[in-house]
């Protein structure tokens, strides 16, 4: 088999050196009831390269693809394009089948990618400090939670209206089993945001504030005030990001005074990859980094004082301090942050305001054309790349018509909030540089069919 | 040394192996080129993108434009392609040499993987998608799902987690889901000390208390000791099978059915399933829970600290709470995938969600693509070619190398050995860096903690002989020098792109973001 | 030093630059891997490929089927991967750095150019597909077509030469193929010394003597003196323009008039295009014939030694001459490939087929992406960045390394220096040496054959000023050590994975192929 | 521009240090007459990467894919499954973008490669030595032909009928200039081969006999006779092997006496690239080493005694002998040949075997179902995976036919042979292992309709 380089001769050879006669009596621990003799039954047996190829490629077209059709889906996963050097690169060997940096000498490709990248989203999100990525943006939320207990030692968490429903579940799911309590209510289809109620709300038990910018609806709002508030309370503001690329247009959260930042990158480098692997961002303030979760790479010299790289600060973490670590994470996604990183350093400062720019003005384009479709209402007053529509009928059904028109046109609020039947009608629409004007007008007009 | 701040020495000087050699003005020494940060190379008027103009509109962006600037360097395509090019060149991966890192099964990652995860219609599919519009990827998750639990002898599978660690959590909170469905509320995880550091954080994190499991003399679970600990508040054990000392734990169905009978469950880390895929079921042993690392066992590329994935099956005790989403097949062949939506009416009792999506589709596609090429031939063929390599190690090397547990008999698919017999002040450090030299990534260091200074070699089942024989011959020759003293081992590495570098310096004063040198001298100033 | 067969050292030695560091077992060097030969480390009996099983059948190999082993070594995918990544760090390549071989263009490859190439569309087509399926293909090539005539100005162009030289075969026959029509037969083509060895080679290669032209002082064409060897037997001049000394040929288009007046063709060697690509068309300087280099001006990779590309544009007056294939659009818009088939009808004059199928289609898909990406505007920015780069490095070097023609004004896309003024005894071989150790590729060595030591340097324009700024530094300090005489360049490289090889070894008893140790040993012995 | 790293300010900066006021001082040399100013007329601007991207992928998406239909056409170039890891190597920047190795010390990656592909492809063909590549099989087998002329100072070569005309009219359209003789006749639609007939026209003009093994129609003949006729007359055999795959079954020519060996390399690594670009096998016995066109490598040693390759006997090379020099060639297939040798190297001669007798499999399965389509015949009495059918019809209308129904179903001995109205009927079909059962009943059932 062409993975398996030993062959019959070479396994005789080495069962003599070892001293067994058969290759089972290495598997003598395993009691002779529980032990197998043959494959498996009713798997199949190895197959070639080709017939691999085959099969999967068979289930690949069973798939409408995002790049083949006029796509408008958002709601926490953009899709973007991705320069094909970005592939190439995170493609060579070296960083591709390496493992985690434990031997510096032999890692510093990584290790100094890993030292950009926390360079490049600590100042994106405009933070002191960022880790060496999460597994995506949910689980990245819930650990700025825990962490956010840790230091205010209080066990109540506001989570604004406007966060991921998905991310609100994944905290959920959590804090049922660790006593943490979250404080949160769907979000209303109007156009402000619930800041100014959770300003009201902050007490003393309050841990800290989670909202996230732009929100579920694409609005977007300062959080200068909410920061203030939580902070002269002892709680500290985190904010979430699910589109990166928005800051590349609007002030980050950290300018604002949020004391931690996570995100979701998928939107660089990554790709849809019908929703993983993604990669987490997580940045705050220096003063709390010995709270944060996750690996940190850090700058040092070698012993003939070359400047090089190493992890860092890893008492924080499970294989030194296991039961009393900040979180259980190990691996990350080492890969997907290359992706990241150098996605980010192709544009750079300038490309990433290009880009901003051209997917604010493709969806202020969309916004303003969808508007005219008779019955059909934005709710936004401000967004960057997504908005939120209200439809006269159930949105649920009207993606599903329109794929079947083979047009992707955004994420029902049904979905999202299936036991909120008020926001059934709502659809969020996200609109990036990959849409063009005969993609928003063909989605114009079958929304226009559908909803007739 | 001074150093300018690029990391390229200001005298000139090529290190201390240079030799005879002349120093060169670059601090390159041909192949091995030194790279400096992108903060120092590229610059915000700089770009590798182009884009058609923005067409023109009014901001909608509710006053919240940026103003100040972000700080982010850019560079030209070619620039990019080759800082990170070089930037790879200073990096061992499996592409080029063994990669015995013991517990972490660093195994060949086929390219036919890489190239199908990346068709669009896996690749370019959003997760939100009408389900009718992703049947195939649906299809592809269900196909997987089924292989792993045909494989584990388990009930069913959790799809989302996105790492073993995130499995382990999974599991965790699917036995407190069940304890809590009975009312029955439980406080403490037992843990062998020999764990992964994973095992009591995840517990931890779920909200348990941790304990440990005594060990025996031979490197296995003491079964008389943990029965004698198992009671009412006793949710359950976390037990890694074969364990981190590279031996299967025999006992672990009479260890099942105790747990079983104080009421507890029983969580299998199966980080080390490679060793035994195919020659026994884990279901078949008593097992509630085990999370399988696709990243190891199922050879999805490690990527220098991720992404992986953690899929966790479970027995039928458990298979009721899994989390959302999950995929599952209509009588029409069709497939659904239940989220909060339709959650209430297919699966009340779910704990709930673990991730935004369904988990780590991208990985999927390559462990099903890695599983199909084997079969289930293929897969007990690899199972027993990587506890035949791991044996061939471990007696090719116990006589210059202690091997605690040599006498317990043969090994899983790693081999254990610990520092006993290095001359005074030699250490497994030493070794480490010393094989480095020697072209090869070192075994995993000082763990597991059960035995002093250990040496942790998993040689994986995709190594040849020949490979083995070179692995085994550099590692004698070092293992001598540090039986022997040779001091020089102490400074190694000495040809890898930087010698040994100061962790306590980085962790004493933390540089974890860069900084514009005039910045650091002002702070300095302070 | 004894060596096994693996080039390993059997003494434990790291060279004279290990210095204070000790021997490594392995010969390997950390990162620096020495690899052996497929033949020494695989055999027929392994393999990293499976088969379904074959259908039995009756052979019909008519009683010819193979007997005797062939010898052909197998290894695991693994070990594959593994031998070609190790192989390929044992490589500089442009990716790695600046790559300022002169006459070569060595400028940034975009991946965007391989990605489309692999299009499956493009990639997994049949040269012989009826057309009707393959006119997407077709309209690639015609529309790389056009943008090659517009950018030369020519009337046509012929695509099927698959690299510079078989280009210059095609021009050359296609002159030939005009003359003959004119019943003309003439025997002689005029080349300058300065010219590229293909020139004569290709003269030579389709029956024409080759004569000298003269160069003048300042590197260029002497007009005077061709306009006095012009006659009834010149069938034509071979012009590289710029040259290869980096210079404008200022009075082509008088040199055109003259070799035309005396019922002669021009060909133009269009290597060097990049330089004045979108700022001047040859077409209008009077040239008959060109080969472009898509692998130079149009960034096709150059992958170690090809494939290339060489269309070939064409005036009026050779035009009717073209190799088939031949794209045509019809004019109801669909294309036709005119081929023996249809060439009566439609190209009754082309001298004929100079490949089998149509061209390097793999080459076309890549180079219409480059100069999409680029645009009219974006190329002539090439030339003009090129040319720009080109000067720089000319003049903040001129101090240090005699640059023969620099009096005669800026030069074109490439530098021209020469080891005037190096200490007695040091060459220009011992400054592209001492380069290597500094992490550069160098430049090309004793080429054009008219300057002393020539040391040719094309940057490109897909350097970055801090690239070349580097690079001078660099170049600088090894250009003063050869003044100074500095004895350790005799010796460089010293970092690179081989010192200098001994070419004359390889050449006094050439091994061209790998024979069994003992079988040498038998031999040896004779 | 994104490959374009110099901006506005670098290129002042580098301006003022050259001391020229504007860039056109650079250019003073063109004659003004002739120097553009703008950019060239009636040509698109620059164009981002995704724009490229989508007009590129409109191209290809016009064009019928050989992998999505059942497909059976060779005739030169043969469609077979290229292993994964082939092309991921291939791209390996170190690989792809380094030049022709001039500087060993630094291109020992590819000067070990091309030693390695030299002993395969020698090996393969049964020749003493093989080059480092030429361009594709047709231009080798011209410049075998001259090859022969140098070393036999003889100027007439017997072409035999089974050589692909295409390699055929390259050879003529060279002769016309170099006044080399060739005599050649077109094949005939039977079993034998024209072996005999050239063997009787072998004479002392004769410089070389060459011939295609398989050949044009898929026919196998064994060579030994006619190398035993050619070189007792002086005159050199050459083989001419368009489908190396073929050699996994058969015997080399090699073995069989021929001179030299060349071939088409393209089934192994390469892929069917619509004809290009492919690789040039050349090999040939040792004595003539020194009258081989093109680069070859060779073994030595470093100045530390380590073993080590270069490229070596370029005295036979145009950028040493230039007029005098063997061929014109300088660039050739590298990479092409680094493909080969990889796929080869993973084949092994275990994986060659099978490939082999995978690819014979299926072709007899193939001719077998196909000669049961009504007033079809089958000409081959031996062939490999490639063999010759004789329709009731004009072929080039039924390939064209089939093609309409989505199935490529040979080459048409009309579109090859457009002068021999004889051959009009003639169909050539090659079946490799990429071929399903399924594939051919789909391609007979076709074929069965088409004639009806
Ligand atoms: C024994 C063991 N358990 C658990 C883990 C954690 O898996 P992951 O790193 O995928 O979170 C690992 C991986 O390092 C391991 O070796
Ligand atoms: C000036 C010049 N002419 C012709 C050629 C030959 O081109 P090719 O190598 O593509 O045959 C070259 C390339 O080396 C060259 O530099």
């Known amino acids: 088999m062409r993975y398996l380089p030993l062959n019959t001769n070479d396994r005789q050879a080495m069962l003599a050196t070892i001293g067994a006669a058969t290759i089972d009596e290495l598997f003598?621990?395993?009691?002779?009831?529980?032990?197998?003799?043959?494959?498996?039954?009713?798997?199949?047996m190895h197959a070639p390269e080709m017939m691999v190829e085959r099969h999967l490629k068979a289930l690949a077209s069973q798939n409408l693809v995002a790049g083949e059709v006029p796509f408008f889906m958002g709601a926490g996963a953009y899709r973007h394009h991705v320069p094909a050097s970005v592939d190439h690169l995170i493609q060579r060997g070296e960083f591709l089948t390496a493992y985690t940096p434990y031997q510096p000498e032999i890692a510093q490709g990584t290790l100094q990618m890993l030292f950009e990248f926390q360079t490049q989203v600590a100042r994106l999100l405009g933070c002191d400090v960022a880790n060496a990525s999460m597994y995506d943006g949910s689980t990245a939320c819930w650990e700025a939670i825990t962490m956010a207990r840790r230091i205010t030692k209080r066990a109540t968490a506001l989570l604004s209206s406007g966060l991921h429903p998905h991310y609100v579940s994944v905290a959920k799911t959590m804090a049922r089993f660790t006593g943490d309590v979250l404080e949160h209510a769907a979000p209303g289809l109007d156009a402000a945001t619930d800041i100014a109620d959770l300003i009201g709300r902050i007490d003393k038990d309050t841990s800290c504030v989670v909202v996230q910018y732009p929100d579920i609806l694409g609005r977007i709002d300062d959080l200068s005030a909410l920061a203030k508030a939580a902070q002269a309370a002892g709680a500290l503001l985190i904010a979430v990001v699910t589109e990166p690329v928005a800051l590349g247009a609007i002030r980050s959260p950290g300018e604002m005074g949020a004391d931690i930042v996570v995100g979701e990158g998928q939107s660089l480098g990554v790709g849809l990859q019908f929703g993983g692997p993604y990669v987490g961002l997580f940045a705050c303030k220096q003063k709390y980094v010995r709270q944060m979760p996750g690996r940190l790479c850090g700058e040092t010299v070698d012993a003939e004082g070359k400047r090089g790289f190493v992890l860092t600060l890893s008492t924080r973490e499970q294989h030194i301090r296991r039961e009393k670590a900040t979180s259980n994470i190990c691996t990350n996604s080492g890969l997907c942050a290359l992706a990241f990183s150098v996605h980010m350093t192709l544009l750079g400062e300038q490309g990433l305001r290009q880009l901003a720019t051209l997917n604010h003005a493709m969806a202020v384009l969309a916004a303003d054309r969808l508007e005219q479709v008779p019955g059909v209402t934005l709710i936004n007053e401000s967004f960057f790349n997504e908005f939120t529509l209200v439809l006269p009928k159930d949105a649920r059904s009207v993606t599903r018509a329109l794929a079947d028109r083979r047009i992707l046109?955004?994420?029902?609020?049904?979905?999202?909030?299936?036991?909120?039947?008020?926001?059934?009608?709502?659809?969020?629409?996200?609109?990036?540089?990959?849409?063009?004007q005969q993609d928003i007008e063909e989605f114009a007009t079958a929304l226009q069919e559908v909803l007739a | 040394m001074s150093?300018?701040?690029?990391?390229?020495?200001?005298?000139?000087?090529?290190?201390?192996?240079?030799?005879?050699?002349p120093a060169t003005s670059t601090g390159n020494r041909a192949l091995l080129l030194e790279e400096a940060l992108i903060f120092e190379i590229g610059d915000a008027a700089h770009t590798g993108v182009d884009f058609a103009p923005a067409p023109k509109v009014n901001s909608r962006l509710g006053g919240l434009d940026r103003r100040s600037a972000i700080g982010l360097p850019g560079l030209s395509e070619q620039e990019t392609v080759r800082h990170y090019t070089r930037l790879s060149r200073q990096n061992y991966g499996i592409d080029l040499g063994l990669f015995p890192l013991g517990s972490c099964t660093m195994k060949h990652n086929p390219r036919l993987n890489e190239k199908l995860a990346r068709l669009p219609g896996f690749a370019d599919i959003h997760p939100m998608q009408p389900v009718q519009t992703v049947q195939g990827a649906l299809g592809l998750i269900d196909e997987l799902a089924d292989w792993l639990i045909k494989l584990t002898g388990m009930t069913a599978v959790a799809m989302s987690p996105k790492a073993g660690a995130h499995g382990e959590l999974c599991g965790i909170l699917a036995i407190r889901s069940a304890l809590e469905a009975r009312g029955d509320m439980r406080s403490v995880i037992l843990v062998p000390e020999s764990a992964h550091g994973t095992n009591p954080a995840t517990a931890a994190f779920a909200g348990y208390q941790v304990e440990d499991i005594p060990a025996d003399s031979h490197g296995r679970v003491d079964l008389e000791a943990l029965k004698a600990r198992l009671g009412p508040d006793v949710a359950g054990v976390?037990?890694?099978?074969?364990?981190?000392?590279?031996?299967?734990?025999?006992?672990?169905?009479?260890?099942?059915?105790?747990?079983?009978?104080?009421?507890?469950?029983?969580?299998?880390?199966?980080?080390?399933?490679?060793?035994?895929?195919?020659?026994?079921?884990?279901?078949d042993l008593g097992v509630d829970a085990m999370h399988i690392n696709l990243h190891k066992t199922f050879s999805t590329p490690h990527g220098g600290g991720g992404p992986g994935s953690g899929p966790v099956v479970l027995s039928a005790a458990l298979a009721p709470y899994a989390p959302l989403p999950i995929v599952e097949r209509q009588d029409d062949g069709t497939l659904v995938l239940i989220e909060e939506e339709t959650a209430e009416d297919h699966h009340k009792s779910s704990f709930g969600r673990m991730v935004a999506f369904h988990g780590q589709m991208g990985m999927f596609t390559r462990a099903l693509s890695y599983i199909l090429s084997h079969g289930a031939d293929g897969l007990q063929q690899v199972a027993e070619d990587a506890v035949l390599n791991a044996n061939y190690v471990l007696r090719a090397l116990e006589d210059v190398l202690d091997a605690p547990f040599a006498e317990s008999g043969p090994c899983m698919h790693e081999a254990l050995f610990s520092d006993a017999g290095f001359a005074e002040g030699f250490s497994t450090i030493d070794v480490a860096k010393?094989?480095?030299?020697?072209?090869?990534?070192?075994?995993?260091?000082?763990?597991?903690?059960?035995?002093?200074?250990?040496?942790?070699?998993?040689?994986?089942?995709?190594?040849?002989?020949?490979?083995?024989?070179?692995?085994?011959?550099?590692?004698?020759?070092?293992?001598?020098?540090?039986?022997?003293?040779?001091?020089?081992?102490?400074?190694?590495?000495?040809?890898?792109?930087?010698?040994?570098?100061?962790?306590?310096?980085?962790?004493?004063?933390?540089?974890?973001?860069?900084?514009?040198p005039d910045a650091v001298i002002a702070e300095a100033a302070e």
């Open chain 2, 3 to 21: 150093m300018n701040n690029q990391g390229r020495p200001t005298r000139q000087d090529n290190g201390s192996d240079a030799g005879g050699a």
């Open chain 1, 409 to 436: 046109g955004g994420v029902s609020l049904g979905r999202l909030y299936p036991e909120e039947p008020d926001l059934g009608h709502g659809l969020v629409v996200a609109v990036t540089e990959t849409a063009t």
């Open chain 2, 238 to 283: 976390m037990i890694t099978n074969p364990n981190t000392c590279g031996l299967f734990e025999r006992d672990l169905k009479a260890i099942s059915d105790a747990v079983h009978d104080a009421g507890g469950f029983v969580y299998c880390d199966g980080a080390n399933f490679n060793a035994i895929v195919g020659k026994v079921r884990p279901g």
């Open chain 2, 434 to 516: 010393g094989l480095i030299d020697e072209g090869f990534h070192p075994m995993t260091m000082y763990f597991p903690l059960v035995v002093h200074g250990a040496m942790l070699v998993e040689p994986t089942e995709t190594e040849s002989k020949a490979a083995l024989d070179q692995f085994i011959g550099a590692l004698r020759s070092v293992a001598q020098r540090a039986r022997d003293g040779d001091a020089s081992l102490h400074s190694a590495p000495h040809f890898a792109p930087r010698r040994r570098l100061d962790e306590t310096l980085a962790a004493r004063k933390p540089v974890l973001v860069w900084t514009e």
């Open chain 1, 28 to 44: 003598v621990d395993i009691p002779e009831a529980a032990r197998l003799t043959g494959p498996i039954h009713d798997l199949p």
